[in-house]
């Protein structure tokens, strides 16, 4: 089991990645990770997977067949959950506008560094808590940075000829998302001139500039919420891809825990309003503690209760429990929503 | 001088409140703080306010007259800077999206109360940073927490029953904004027991519901930002007011600065694109230390050595600087804009 988390922590954000659980019949709880088609790895006592790969990654793959990430194979319900949730930030510049964008990148948990030329500011970016700040001249910064399909690129230099040298180098990088700041008149100057230095028209067209959600913003940290807002909205456009934090596979894999056993709780599928989406995953440790949340409350008090329980038992390892928050009784109890959820608990 | 800026740290935050300064002639830097149409203090050498106090503010308060904070009177021109910037926000709750809204909250300026009833979950309030946590039934937390035209409520408990306690109140108070979590059904449910307690339909009609701009968000972290996008929004909708963030008052009025002489430097009108708009504030003090920005870059270095030289000089009290950012030495020195803006300093 830890060798398949093993997997899932170290896999390729490059590649398309998605993990596959059976949530009812004799087979639930078994589970794999497939990348880019292949099946990497599956849980041992299973073997169900590898008759089935070709058929199961298509099914997923097909947004007509994989509905809220639920597939029906053989009459067997697979959660396909797809991998790439970390977004990589990227931030050209660490002026006023960059620092409120550090921050909240860092709330959401991104990765996020920061390119800047100047010491001082450089020095403003690792004080707001940048993952990596490359402090070196634009280009030679930048070649550092790999880009990917979770890289999420902000320019806000200090100036238009900074932002074209960022310019002409991202638009060749793979990447999810560009967003350059600036007035309309400059920001078609520096992608016109970025079209003659043989940047793609077709990425130049997906630039997002003026950078941010129209919402007036006039400070910087107002610019700093806008330019995150538009970024969440991109990403949340795509196929919805949850994944597991950093901090819940740190925690199943750190060495000196591996012996304590943990049960991981997936929300595998909701119907109605629920606080909380499908993918969404909360750790559970022996002593209470919590990594993640499914939307707290005492809908989630009723899933710790499941949890400590099947921390205590020899015998049962994985669980779907069914959540109602439509009746009276949720209402009562304070309940937030008015929807159903299915909920996975494995104990690891 | 000290009192002008003393009555304008002390002025009631629910009533309309300008400054009203001379940026060119004779009078250059005469000033005069109004509130509800009552001049309330100007500066001493001037008397040139009281006789046209009643013209004075209707022309500021009148959209077609006041262009971009600037009117003409007499053939000078007069730049009125409406105050009321800063935000009092009230988050109801402290669950998992109100920790998020703190810390945004926070980054912006704005002054941040919470009202929760569960001690653990007020002390995250508290840890995150809020100005003010009251730890009492949202009845009781609500009675204490007076409304105002600047002070935005977001409703964000554990149950619908609480929203419905803070909503009934909280729609008989004075307020900028009022928003609340929830599912369209559930929000309608308690929009309607709303109608039939007492609530004044108008406000009701108002409500932001499902709270935050629809950019998709799912996690705590996301909704936070769509919120506070939402807040921004509307917060900069209304007439555009700048005036004097805390931070400034304080360093102007602390008694151990009283004797140093600072420059204040202000953005009173824009042609094209800049950085920063009307209103923009920064104060120099004689050590070089800058309280807030106009914007970064070059024109902020230039306009800081302007500030040394009259901090220097004996005569010098307010000046008109006008910045070009249009130009080829514009570009070569990499500054981010198109535009040409007037810098008004004055030394205090």
């Given at each position: 089991m830890l060798e398949l988390y093993k997997a899932i922590a170290d896999c390729d954000s490059n590649q398309r990645n998605m993990v596959a659980t059976v949530i009812d019949g004799e087979a639930l709880g078994q589970k794999a990770l497939f990348s880019d088609e292949m099946l990497i790895c599956e849980t041992k006592e299973s073997g169900y997977f590898s008759g089935h790969a070709e058929t199961i990654w298509n099914m997923a793959s097909d947004k007509d067949q994989c509905r809220k990430g639920l597939i029906t194979l053989d009459g067997r319900r697979i959660y396909c959950d797809w991998l790439g949730q970390e977004i990589h930030l990227v931030i050209c510049g660490a002026g006023h506008v960059s620092i409120p964008v550090i921050q909240i990148g860092l709330m959401m948990g991104c990765e996020v560094t920061v390119l800047e030329d100047r010491p001082q500011f450089a020095d403003n970016a690792r004080r707001a808590g940048a993952t990596t700040v490359i402090c070196e001249p634009f280009e030679q910064g930048l070649s550092q940075?790999?880009?990917?399909?979770?890289?999420?690129?902000?320019?806000?230099?200090?100036?238009?000829?900074?932002?074209?040298?960022?310019?002409?180098?991202?638009?060749?990088?793979?990447?999810?998302?560009?967003?350059?700041?600036?007035?309309?008149?400059?920001?078609?100057?520096?992608?016109?001139?970025?079209?003659?230095?043989?940047?793609?028209?077709?990425?130049?067209?997906?630039?997002?500039?003026?950078?941010?959600?129209?919402?007036?913003?006039?400070?910087?940290?107002?610019?700093?919420?806008?330019?995150?807002?538009?970024?969440?909205e991109v990403k949340n456009r795509k196929m919805r891809s949850s994944g597991y934090s950093k901090d819940i596979l740190h925690a199943i894999l750190k060495p000196e825990e591996k012996s304590g056993r943990k049960v991981?709780?997936?929300?595998?599928?909701?119907?109605?309003?629920?606080?909380?989406?499908?993918?969404?995953?909360?750790?559970?440790?022996?002593?209470?503690?919590?990594?993640?949340?499914?939307?707290?409350?005492?809908?989630?008090?009723?899933?710790?209760?499941?949890?400590?329980?099947?921390?205590?038992?020899?015998?049962?390892?994985?669980?779907?429990?069914?959540?109602?928050?439509?009746?009276?009784?949720?209402?009562?109890?304070?309940?937030?929503?008015?929807?159903?959820?299915?909920?996975?608990?494995?104990?690891?």
């Open positions: 940075v790999e880009g990917g399909s979770n890289t999420y690129f902000v320019i806000v230099t200090r100036g238009h000829r900074y932002d074209q040298t960022c310019l002409d180098l991202i638009a060749r990088k793979n990447h999810a998302y560009i967003g350059m700041i600036g007035s309309r008149a400059r920001v078609a100057k520096v992608k016109e001139t970025a079209l003659l230095n043989g940047c793609d028209k077709a990425v130049l067209d997906q630039l997002y500039s003026p950078i941010g959600l129209n919402i007036n913003a006039e400070t910087p940290v107002e610019i700093g919420v806008a330019i995150m807002a538009e970024i969440i991981l709780v997936t929300i595998v599928a909701r119907k109605g309003s629920a606080p909380r989406d499908v993918g969404t995953k909360m750790l559970v440790t022996p002593e209470g503690r919590c990594i993640g949340t499914i939307g707290g409350g005492c809908m989630e008090s009723e899933v710790l209760q499941i949890a400590f329980q099947m921390l205590h038992s020899e015998r049962e390892k994985s669980r779907l429990f069914h959540v109602d928050m439509t009746g009276a009784d949720a209402e009562e109890e304070g309940m937030v929503c008015g929807g159903v959820i299915d909920v996975l608990l494995e104990v690891i």
